[in-house]
């Protein structure tokens, strides 16, 4: 099992210690650093900057929206910082929501599965820089031929690695087998230990369709965890119950919210009805407060050492290379390091 330190995306304000939070990740062994973007701080300029003091750790975007640029832009993005970093980058891209796509970047959002595998084709062609980079549609025309002057290009840059890898957020079976197929790495975002089975026979599925780009045996499974060692777990579940709340009440419209229908699938159908209720009243406290404390312990890692350790390994076992954390300082990342290194 590896680490890897989520920063997220900034709220209000930039964090203030992020900094040290990527340095003493470095210092302690952690694979890889990740940011991420909503619709305020973007994901690769944190990365540059903090990454930049570093020397070994990965750097990972979790996720880039695909619709926040074209594929050829981020392919730009990607390569540049790969450059930057010395062969340190990690492109983790996502679809959002449509009240992201549509409301924020003006993009449809029709058709998501098929935009990311057309997305995904057109970023491989620019890092392989074998040939002018082209695309029949019919999300991503390339060249464009509304003016008939369009001209089939090749990046200027070489990118410094063809094989720069692509890991595909995605909570959907659909998606999470298609990230299988064409991807080198799954992001999950809310991951549970009673959904592994499932979980598995998705990506297997994806594992088997003819062209698959990799197997189980190098492929990487990236779970986002909140990870706390605490004798008071009722009062850490507390404190984790909000930005649950924010995600299943508000992150995405009550007929088409994907962390919702995640949390279905998982069997929480009716938490997910009364939190979304109470969140659009605007009692975000109500809302949080909707959430029994399984549910949080179904997707959090939290209690005594022991009983970290215990579930770290039971991750492990059910699939998860990475473990992708937040930390809130120093200290809490010295934790997570050696209780891992166990």
Known sequence: ?????????????????????????????????????????????????????????????????????????????????????????????GVSGPQVVEGWYGQPFARPLARTREYVDIVRQVLAREAPVVSPGPHYPLPLTSEGLGKPLRPITHPLRADLPIWLGAEGPKNIALAAEIADGWLAVYFSLRMAGQYNAWLDAGFARPGARRSRDDFEVVAGAQIMVTDDPRAAFAAMKPVLALYLGGMGAPEMNFHASLFRRMGYGDVVDEVGARFREGSRDDAAAAIPDEVVDDIAIVGSPARVRERIGQWERAGVTMLSVGAGSVAEIETLATLVGE
């Open 1 to 93: 099992m590896r680490l890897g330190l989520q920063l997220g995306y900034w709220g209000a304000r930039p964090p203030a210690n992020a900094g040290e939070l990527v340095a003493a990740a470095e210092r302690c062994g952690f694979d890889a650093v990740f940011a991420a973007e909503s619709w305020g701080s973007d994901a690769f300029t944190p990365l540059a900057w903090w990454g930049s003091a570093t020397s070994r750790i990965r750097l990972g975007t979790s996720v880039a929206q695909l619709s926040a640029r074209t594929p050829t832009s981020c392919a730009m993005h990607a390569l540049t910082l790969d450059h930057l970093s010395g062969g340190r980058a990690v492109l983790g891209l």
